[in-house]
Every structure is written in structure tokens, then in C-alpha cells.
């Protein structure tokens, strides 16, 4: 579910930038049958931190904005951090550290899960650069 929801960003964020004529930086899906996700779940000590950081959001909304960074909660389950800089490396770096300044392992954060995207501005900035983009943190494979 959460894979397909993710592929569905992932269309709409190539279809309105198509629609401006301009090309999208490729996005790499992990080329998985099954979603990375499936049966994973937390630790109860874990959820109880999740719980705490999402509990006020309902069935969403904004858990801390950055100037180059946001991270977004989606009800059930679903953690998604928009990058807005070109310098991908760092930021995703930057996320991941949030995360785990919250008590989150590498493990955990695949569970929770989390996932990044290109805020349109930024995938303009890169279109047609070559650059390559894991919608996944690169351990969670």
C-alpha cells in the first residue's frame, strides 16, 4: 500500500512537471515485487516515540519544516520528507539524522517508513542533469 502510494507521488510529481515542458531528474524506484514495507513493524517503544511525534497531526500534516528540509506525516503510516535544496546527499543525511535525534535506528526508520522526494523547484533545478534519485533511504533495501 505504502509502495503504491509513493509510485503515485512519484507519477504526479513527473506528470505536472512534464506539463511545463521540462524533464524530471530520473527517480529510482527499488525494483522490488513486494513493498519494503510489508510486515514491518516497530518496536513498542519505537511506536510509543512515533506515536508522540504524530499523535496531534490526525490523519496528517507538517512534523518540523526546515530551509532545507520538510517532513510530512500521512495517516496510517507514512513519513515523507520533501527536499528543497539541489544538494540531495547532505539533506537526505540531514533527515536521517533528525530521525534518529528522536531515537530512531536505520532499521527503524526503513519500518516507520520513511521516504524522500524532489520539491518541484528542486527537480527543475535538476532536470537534465543526470542525477539519479532513491526515493528510499539507502539502507532500506
Known sequence: M????????VTITFFLLSKRGREVPSIVIPDNTESPFTGK???PDK???KRQMVG???DGGTIT???RFNIYYFAPDIFQVEIKTANIVDVRDEAITWFKDKGFSENDICKLPVTFYLNS????KLAGSGVSFNTLPDFCR
Not at 121 to 124: K, N, Q, T
Open 2 to 9: 505504502v509502495l503504491v502510494i509513493v509510485i503515485i507521488a
Open 41 to 43: 513493524t516497530l518496536p
Open 47 to 49: 511506536e510509543i516515540i
Open 56 to 58: 496531534h497531526l490526525g
Open 65 to 67: 519544516e526546515t530551509p
Open 121 to 124: 523547484e528542486v527537480a527543475r
